[in-house]
């Protein structure tokens, strides 16, 4: 991957995540495009990325953030101010009280749910919505396909009939479906398609309808055209204000984890970081993916080959093999790429590793520390 110059690359502690600002606003500019050009709402899934010090600038742009429970609620509603909606599979009895006074939607996962806390939430004038299940499978990866079967997330259309049909839905607001995964706008499409199938006589009746998140809409080649047809049909069929939550497309590429080498087994061809798969970027071990590395080319592509691996206890905590026009050495810095998306919202002390400092970088190549961690933060979970 050859990429701009990198002018903070020796100056910045390691381990970092360097927030590419430049990359952040281009990405949410397209965000705000498609809100003015369509009328729908975009929100941050902040999962994904939580980094509040940006919740102001992100909030420039798009319509608020979306949660997974109160923790993240609470968050939006502090740091960001906008419309505040959740999403949880089920919720805690305890959590209701405060979660109705922060958020503009509930969406409740199933009409069990929505029977236990749907009044609470309507007469605090919060908006509730079901999220549906449209059993239409796009995506290979079951462990990030909510119709798979035997899933647990949303209500299918049988629970709905079986609970008497459309009367079971009175009093709700909204539609819900979340069941992409980094896909373009044609998997959109036969979702939709799916969507309409099964539940479009449903749809006249509510106010809104949430199309998740997993759209790679900032994505190089996404078809932006096709997502505004697909919204301008839902809003003119069905009379309802569409909203998007991303949380990959508003910070896609737009950070760096940068490293440094702490050893060189040449014999072995692996090059021990000051990072870790597990700790830093678990993604590559669960998804699993393989991260751009800035300079690195395929194995054997150019002259010099490691695999770049983290100096804790787990065998398997490699982040990839990778090759470089120089050799690397004790001090050398390595840069991965796409490293602001579930990364430091994922990460872990696991081996008493060091959290990876956070901060961000401007064009002009200004740095700015936004925090760093230390012993205290290790010991103060345990
Ligand atoms: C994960 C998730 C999102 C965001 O997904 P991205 O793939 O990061 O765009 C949005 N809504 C729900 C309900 C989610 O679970």
């Not at 009746?205 to 080649?221: D, Q, V």
């Amino acid at each position: 991957m050859a990429r701009a110059s990198l002018p903070w690359l020796e100056r910045v502690p390691t381990p970092s995540y360097v927030i590419d600002l430049a990359r952040l606003r281009q990405n949410l500019a397209i965000l705000k495009d498609i809100e003015e050009t369509t009328g729908a709402h975009v929100l941050l899934a902040q999962k994904c990325f939580s980094m509040y010090s940006l919740y102001p600038l992100i909030g420039a742009y798009l319509s608020g953030t979306t949660a997974s429970g109160l923790y993240e609620a609470r968050l939006g509603h502090e740091e960001m101010g906008k419309e505040n909606h959740v999403f949880s599979p089920a919720y805690r009895a305890e959590n209701m009280a405060e979660l109705v006074t922060i958020t503009d939607h509930i969406v409740f996962n199933s009409l069990s749910q929505w029977r236990h806390f749907g009044a609470q939430a309507q007469a605090a004038g919060v908006s509730c919505g079901l999220r549906i299940n449209p059993e239409c499978s796009t995506q290979e990866h079951a462990i990030y396909d909510p119709c798979a079967p035997g899933s647990r997330l949303g209500t299918r259309r049988a629970a709905i009939d079986a609970a008497g049909g459309r009367a079971a839905l009175a009093g709700l607001d909204g539609l819900h479906f979340h069941t992409l995964c980094e896909q373009g706008a044609d998997a959109l499409d036969v979702t939709v398609q799916a969507v309409e199938q099964r539940f479009g006589d449903l749809l006249p009746a509510m106010k809104w309808l949430n199309l998740g998140g997993g759209h790679h809409i900032t994505k190089p080649g996404y078809d932006i055209p096709r997502l505004k047809r697909i919204i301008r049909h839902l809003q003119n069929t069905y009379d309802v204000t569409v909203y998007l939550e991303p949380g990959e497309a508003v910070a896609l590429d737009a950070g760096y984890l940068v490293a440094t080498v702490l050893d060189v087994q040449e014999e072995n061809g692996i090059a021990i970081l000051d990072t870790s798969a597990a700790c830093h970027m678990p993604d590559v071990i669960e998804m699993p993916y393989r991260p751009p590395v800035v300079g690195g080319g395929e194995p054997g592509e150019k002259a010099y080959t490691y695999t770049l691996a983290a100096p804790t206890c787990l065998a398997g905590d490699t982040i990839g093999t990778y090759s470089f026009d120089a050799p690397l050495a004790i001090g050398s810095r390595v840069v991965f790429a796409d490293m602001a998306i579930y990364t430091m919202v994922k990460n872990n002390t696991f081996n008493g590793m060091p959290l990876p400092a956070i901060l961000t970088a401007d064009e002009d190549g200004t740095t700015k520390t936004v925090r760093t961690f230390g012993y205290e933060d290790f010991k103060s979970r345990l």
